[in-house]
């Protein structure tokens, strides 16, 4: 059963105890042989997960990099158009205040021609 359901190196352990017909044999493999096949297919598995776990990271750097881009890039549409209010804001101020002096200088030349006259 060993031989078909364990990992890669206790199946191959298992095949060769099993290929020698040799009760001592099989009965050392179930002893000893079976975990450190085991303890070998482990340390495989974990060391694939390693890689693929570092060989994910970079990606997922470039994923969060690309979502702060986004961001920043929104951020900034955002910007320029409040600018663009912000800008027409204080030219309608600007304008109103210049609107504001012609009618203050043309009511002092009323006040100054009403008190001449």
Excluded: C
């Excluded at 990992?7 to 001592?24: F, H, M, N, S, Y």
């Excluded at 549409?77 to 009618?103: E, F, P, Q, Y």
């Amino acid at each position: 059963m060993l031989a078909a359901s364990g990992g890669p190196e206790v199946q191959r352990v298992a095949r060769i105890a099993l290929a020698t017909g040799d009760d001592k044999a099989i009965a050392e493999f179930l002893d000893k042989g079976y975990q450190i096949a085991a303890q070998k297919d482990a340390d495989e598995r974990a060391a694939r997960e390693k890689e693929q776990k570092e060989a994910l990271e970079p990606a997922e750097r470039l994923r969060k990099l690309a979502e702060d881009t986004a961001r920043a890039a929104q951020a900034r549409t955002k910007l320029i158009a409040v600018h663009g209010d912000a800008t027409r804001a204080l030219k309608n101020a600007s304008n109103a205040m210049s609107l504001a002096a012609v009618a203050s200088r043309e009511a002092d030349r009323m006040l100054s021609a009403d008190k001449a006259g």
